[in-house]
């Protein structure tokens, strides 16, 4: 059984993630420093070697300023 880290569906979530992000004209590092995390924290998110959860999607939502549904189409 695959982790559903590796779905298409999450896989979905990560991209609009980092399409938000580059919409937004932030760099990880910028992202990193408004959630008082090191770069390595978004990178790893957008690589998909760690997961996101939906409180931190919460927070990426406000600093990309979309709605939590577009992350969840």
Not at 6 to 25: M, P, Q, S, V
Not at 47 to 55: I, Y
């Amino acid at each position: 059984m695959n982790k559903s880290v590796y779905t298409n569906d999450y896989k979905e979530i990560i991209e609009r993630l980092k399409t938000a992000r580059i919409e937004a004209g932030l760099a990880q590092q910028e992202v990193a420093d408004k959630l008082g995390k090191p770069q390595s924290y978004v990178s790893k998110i957008e690589s998909g070697e760690r997961r996101l959860d939906v409180a931190e999607m919460k927070k990426f939502a406000v600093i990309y300023k979309k709605d939590i549904s577009f992350f969840i189409k």
